[in-house]
């Protein structure tokens, strides 16, 4: 069964610290992440160019999209099980996979949630996945809206998510 989604959210930040923009459309740029971001304006090589966030994640959390710093928020059921080296075609993009993003405290102090390292051990296998712009077509737009599609399973398996 081909597993699918669909983007509900874009989110983009201009600095380190600065609060998300959310935004209807975007433009990704392979080997950096998406155009006007942050995480695109820092060296080509990194593996965290973008971040996937189910909606169900924020949903158990109250959290409003954005609120774990994604720049995409997906409804996309088992998106956090999804491997390493798992390539999605979102929109325009072409994303790869890179592994799972692992939580931290700052995004419970981010959220003013009055334990932090609770937060953390909650988000334990459900923060989402990390992602590199890998190709583009349509000037890699990606609107929400825009469905995500798994085009083939990475090789890597995903971590083990935590109950």
């Known amino acids: 069964m081909e597993q699918a989604g669909?983007?509900?959210?874009?989110h983009l930040r201009s600095a380190?610290?600065?609060?998300p923009r959310s935004t209807g459309e975007a433009r990704a740029i392979v080997g950096h992440g998406?155009?006007?971001d942050y995480h695109g304006k820092r060296r080509s090589d990194t593996n965290r160019q973008l971040l996937l966030v189910?909606?169900?994640v924020l949903e158990s959390l109250g959290f409003a999209h954005g609120a774990l710093r994604e720049q995409l928020t997906v409804d996309f059921q088992g998106l956090d099980a999804l491997?390493?080296?798992?390539r999605l075609r979102v929109g325009g993009a072409e994303l790869e996979v890179t592994g799972?993003?692992?939580?931290?405290?700052?995004?419970g102090r981010i959220n003013n949630v009055p334990d932090p390292d609770a937060l953390r051990q909650r988000l334990l296998g459900r923060r989402g996945v990390l992602a590199k712009v890998v190709a583009i077509t349509d000037a890699g737009r990606i609107r929400i809206g825009d469905p995500v599609h798994v085009l083939t399973e990475g090789t890597e398996p995903a971590s083990a998510p935590m109950p």
């Open 6 to 10: 669909v983007v509900l959210a874009i």
């Open 16 to 19: 380190s610290g600065a609060p």
């Open 34 to 36: 998406l155009d006007g």
């Open 54 to 56: 189910d909606r169900r």
């Open 83 to 86: 491997g390493s080296g798992t």
């Open 100 to 107: 799972p993003c692992e939580p931290c405290e700052d995004i």
